[in-house]
Nanobody
């Protein structure tokens, strides 16, 4: 059974940084595509960043330059480094995985497995 466990969320002031982690358990062969999504209260869940086959990265246009996605294949762990955080980055952040190649990597419908989320709160 595939289990994704996020960690690293918290509360920071604007301009600060956080590094999210997503450990994938029982997921060998099921993490060809992995992504980070976020959902703020009252808003749709949106794609933040994705990584395909451990190397091809994709970002939401509005986040390029501030967020960096990476994956440690040996540890089957996904990361999201978030810098220069803004209050509008406040949301629940979710990790997602799919066994196959995602042709729309920032689309939530591409992913079968989801974590429970980790809260990020950025104060001004």
């Amino acid at each position: 059974q595939v289990q994704l466990v996020e960690s690293g969320g918290g509360s920071v002031q604007a301009g600060g940084s956080l590094r999210l982690s997503c450990a994938a358990y029982g997921a060998y062969g099921y993490t060809y595509s992995m992504g980070w999504f976020r959902q703020a209260p009252g808003k749709e869940r949106e794609g933040v960043a994705a990584i395909i086959s451990g190397s091809s990265t994709h970002y939401a246009d509005s986040l390029k330059g501030r967020f960096t996605i990476s994956k440690d294949n040996a540890k089957n762990t996904l990361y999201l480094q978030m810098n220069s955080l803004k209050p509008e980055d406040t949301a629940m952040y979710y990790c997602a995985a799919s066994a196959g190649r995602s042709w729309r990597p920032l689309n939530r419908d591409e992913y079968k497995y989801w974590g429970q989320g980790t809260q990020v709160t950025v104060s001004s």
